[in-house]
């Protein structure tokens, strides 16, 4: 029992007691403090030395340790700000690998490491250090059993099978009608039957969830009376976010929690259901050097942030701090957590937020890096999905395609050139403000994105192709405004990006009742059918945003971050007998053909030669004359109508894509033989649901010109 390394990190349970392990290479000393009743009730405090260092490691094994043992640290160390110091044993920090949290942040002087004003909490001057005792006001780790997954439980959908949907585990289930008023925005709304049957029915496989570490919210939303929403502010990066738990959960303490999140993934996994999450590695809740004292600026500052030859912060992230990915510590606590969620609750994969800051050595971004070497040959998360969101804000931040495999990325380059096309280039036409930008980077999107994604053996599928995501416009909103209306967030709508590329069609939100309305509502529907059926019929992997399928709205914020209420949560009441009605069954359609179709999921990039003796290739383009076309043609701004002819390689499995962007109804002549002795039309983006076709759509022979409605387009199966 007296005998103890320096690993595992964190606190581990044994046989009468508990391992400890704490990496604080400039501390003096290190304290777990085992805590005892609460603030009403009385805090009660036994504070145990970890008597060994190894190598910058603080570790023991503390006897009479359980279950359910609330505990913080307690670190001793100098008060040097200008070397990076802010050692404060006032202050109980969590342990930076606890498995579960209890408590929330008490906003006030007592939470920071410096003195600070008692209004405002702007530092003083002199950085002086502050005594109060914290304990009393934030959050306290608690000794939890981890779960233990399942491996053989897990779905493994393909890449070339995944269609990705994007959801918060508030904002899906709170105002859904099925789901029981004491379950709603929990863990385990996410699995009951109504949630799954959508999903299943809508035809997605992988559910992306914002994040679910624990956080704490930023000090100035505190002051403006808001919280964290998305969840972008990590506080404990092995726990579970308390408040998604449900009522019953919380109540019966964070074990439970951790159980119910574990219940939730399994039940989704029998449903055939993957489940991603977005993970927040690059910056944590503490702000910058002035920010709170919560976890690892108190345990060791120097050791875990980027900081300046003065002790100040080196953002790239513009979240006021940078995880240190040159330390090996940082990387290993990384590796550490994301191991940990795969082997406890059974997740599927991560989506890396801000992705390049994780990949920055000492000379910028490396491709090679550590972190990434080390997640590629880790044989847990080799067996993982890996999303890159591949830029930070720091300098040359935006690496979209240089991740190496098998990271997937999000691909901006997607999302701006298909809006361009659909929405910003019409909105320039229509007020006589120049031709816009033709169709080559819609054409580069569409086929997969093979000038980002080449290198390193990769193909479509390292493309996660988006239009929309939980940053920016919603769909609907993407056609019903071009300026963010971001009033709700409190920052004089300063805040949210102003390049959104969208187009309100004629009025800034939703127009008028009336005739005039009327129409330019339908408009706007056919322009998102248009961004739906490009994302949808593209190459590469789709993600989906939740509530886009139904049309939820934002009413232009862009950035709702903040916002905890009906303004984010989908609206499902509002779905039966309206047009969102036809919206879902659009979705519904479209994900069926892709399923349908293999050459909508192809593994590898169409190379353009010739595949069959009588000369068709394997991916060939046409203007809306059928003539293929050429270099001029490609540089032509004006050139608004693309048609893309997709080889099946088999009878009756080819495909061919119609875009039509002009302002204008005209006819397109579809390419005849070669290529298709006919066309069967399999979906119309004029179509204001499916249904409108009927069972078969129709039938054309090649050659053959047929009127197509402006701005929409089509999706025709060689039908000889």
Not at 295 to 306: N, T
Not at 671 to 698: F, H, N, V, Y
Request: charged share 20%; hydrophobic share 40%; with cysteine.
């Amino acid at each position: 029992m007296e005998r103890s390394g320096p690993w595992p990190l964190g606190l581990h349970l044994r046989d009468g007691g508990a391992h400890v392990a704490v990496h604080a290479p400039h501390a003096d000393a290190v304290e777990v403090a085992l805590l005892d009743g609460g603030p009403g009730g009385g805090l009660t405090e036994r504070r145990l030395p970890l008597r060994r260092r190894t190598h910058g490691v603080w570790h023991d094994v503390l006897p009479g340790v359980a279950e359910g043992q609330r505990y913080g640290l307690r670190v001793h160390g100098p008060w040097d700000p200008a070397a990076g110091h802010r050692f404060n044993p006032a202050k109980l920090v969590l342990d930076p690998y606890t498995r579960a949290v209890t408590g929330r942040v008490r906003w006030g002087p007592e939470v920071f490491g410096q003195q600070v004003d008692p209004v405002t909490w702007a530092p003083r001057p002199g950085d002086v250090r502050d005594e109060r005792d914290s304990a009393g006001h934030v959050p306290h780790g608690v000794v939890v059993r981890a779960p233990v997954a399942d491996p053989a439980e897990r779905p493994r959908v393909p890449w070339a099978d995944t269609v990705v949907y994007e959801a918060h585990v508030r904002g899906l289930t709170m105002r859904h009608p099925d789901v029981p008023e004491e379950l709603r925005g929990s863990y385990a709304a996410l699995a009951h039957p109504a949630v799954v049957g959508h999903l299943l029915d809508l035809g997605v496989t992988t559910l992306e969830l914002l994040p679910v570490h624990a956080i704490a919210d930023e000090p100035a939303l505190v002051r403006r009376g808001l919280r964290n929403y998305w969840g972008y502010n990590t506080l404990a990066f092995f726990a579970p976010e308390p408040r998604y738990a449900s009522a019953a959960a919380r109540a019966a303490g964070p074990q439970a929690v951790l159980d119910e999140l574990h219940d939730a993934v399994r039940a989704l996994h029998a449903a055939g259901l993957e489940v991603l999450l977005d993970v927040v590695y690059n910056h944590t809740a503490e702000g910058g050097p002035h920010g709170p004292v919560l976890s690892l600026k108190g345990v060791d500052h120097a050791a875990h942030y980027l900081l300046d030859g003065s002790g100040g912060a080196v953002d790239v992230t513009g979240c006021g701090n940078t995880l240190d990915f040159t330390s090996a510590r940082v990387v290993q606590l990384a590796l550490d957590s994301l191991r940990y969620w795969v082997q406890a609750f059974g997740v599927d994969g991560f989506r890396f937020d801000l992705a390049t800051t994780l990949a920055r050595g000492r000379n910028g971004f490396d491709p090679d890096h550590p972190f990434l070497v080390a997640a590629r040959a880790d044989p847990v998360l080799a067996d993982v999905k890996l999303v890159a969101e591949p830029w930070d804000v720091g300098p040359h931040g935006w690496r979209t395609g240089q991740f190496p495999p098998p990271f997937a990325e999000w691909n901006d380059r997607f999302r701006d050139g298909v809006r361009t096309f659909w929405l910003a280039d019409p909105a320039r036409l229509e007020r006589g403000h120049g031709p816009g930008h033709g169709v080559r980077e819609l054409a580069t999107r569409v086929a997969g994105s093979a000038d980002l994604f080449t290198a390193g053996d990769r193909g479509p599928h390292a493309s996660v192709n988006y239009v929309t995501a939980h940053d920016g416009f919603t769909l609907a909103d993407l056609t019903a405004y071009e300026h963010k209306h971001n009033e709700a967030n409190g920052e004089g709508n300063r805040d949210g990006h102003p390049d959104n590329r969208s187009w309100n069609h004629g009025t800034e939100g939703w127009a008028p009742p009336g005739p005039d309305g009327d129409v330019i509502e339908e408009v706007r529907r056919r322009s998102a059918r248009n961004l739906l059926g490009t994302l949808l019929l593209s190459a590469g992997v789709p993600m989906l945003t939740a509530g886009d399928e139904i049309g939820r709205t934002q009413l232009g914020n862009n950035n709702a971050y903040c916002l905890d209420d009906a303004t984010t949560w989908l609206d499902w009441a509002a779905v039966p007998g309206s047009w969102r009605e036809d919206l879902l069954a659009t979705v519904r359609e479209l994900l069926r053909l892709r399923r349908e179709h293999a050459v909508l999921r192809r593994d590898t990039f169409w190379a353009g030669r010739p595949v069959h003796p009588d000369g068709t290739r394997d991916l060939a383009w046409f203007g809306p004359d059928a003539a293929p076309i050429d270099h001029a043609r490609w540089h032509d701004p004006g050139l608004r109508t693309l048609q893309a002819y997709l080889d099946g390689e088999g009878p009756g499995t080819s495909l061919l894509l119609v875009l039509h962007g002009d302002l204008d109804d005209g006819p397109v002549l579809l390419p005849g033989p070669p290529w298709a002795r006919a066309w069967q039309l399999l979906w119309d983006s004029a179509w204001r649901s499916p249904r409108d076709a009927g069972q078969d759509g129709e039938t054309q022979a090649g050659g053959t010109s047929v009127p197509v409605t402006a701005l929409s387009m089509r999706l025709y199966g060689a039908a000889g």
